[in-house]
């Protein structure tokens, strides 16, 4: 028994397999609330899930923390509306959630399927999960007991780095935070990039481009943000115009958003 939380804003009609698909769980709380948008018809989803629909797009964080109160179960899935991951997944690691109830967890997640671990991680090809605080928010489970009790996730940042916010909170308060490196989830970081050796530099609209920047250096400035991670969010700024120069971008309008967001989050 849990509850699914998806946050929407105009999606495409590939949202449809995944709400079927949830449905074939027996006891699930699917949650869909809606950002305001103004290109989708949910009209054939309202019969399936619990639609709450906000007037405007009020940011992934506040849209995340309406779903979990929401919710009718204690542990609660996050999706955006462009993932993907079959129900016997998601049993599988709410199974292994339940089977190590010893363990003081914070968030665990399915690992995505693009996503390079060998950039990010230090693992054993024998391991079955990787302990780590930067875990994407789209598949990642929690209790809402847990959350609601450190007050859900920051609404102030609107997007990006709202996981990380609240995985450092969690580590902070003692919990530990997992990747099952074996269970994969169907997720996109932006869109589709210029590729060099084993990277890929994903490319997104200019205001990402700012609220990368400023939670980047409102997430550098905590105290409860780990030391080896400040440098990295402090200059996250650089990341971005390095990714948009990777890509030969010519908008300047993302440059000067990379830039304006950096100067906005030192008054964050």
Known sequence: MFSVVIVTYNPKKNIFKFVDELKKIQEVNVIIVDNGSYDFDFTTLTDK???VKLKENFGIAKAQNIGVMHSIYDEVFFFDQDSFISNEKLIEILKYKNDNWQIKFGVIAPLVTNFYLKDKFK?????????TDIIQSSGSLVSKEL?????????????DCVEYDLNFRLKSLGYRNFILKNITLEHR???????????????HSPIRYFYSSRNGVFLAKQKYTPMKFKLDFYISF?????????????????YFYCIKGW?????L
Not at 147 to 159: D, M, P, R, T
């Open 49 to 51: 899930v619990n639609l």
């Open 238 to 254: 650089l990341r971005g115009i390095k990714s948009l120069l990777v890509n030969k971008s010519s908008d300047l309008k993302c």
């Open 263 to 267: 100067i906005n989050g030192m008054f």
């Open 189 to 203: 970081f932006g869109d589709p990039g210029v590729i060099k050796g084993n990277k890929e530099y994903v490319r």
């Open 123 to 131: 693992y054993n090809e024998s391991d079955l999960f990787i302990e």
């Open 147 to 159: 959350y609601l009790s450190i007050g859900g996730v920051n609404e102030k940042l609107f997007i």
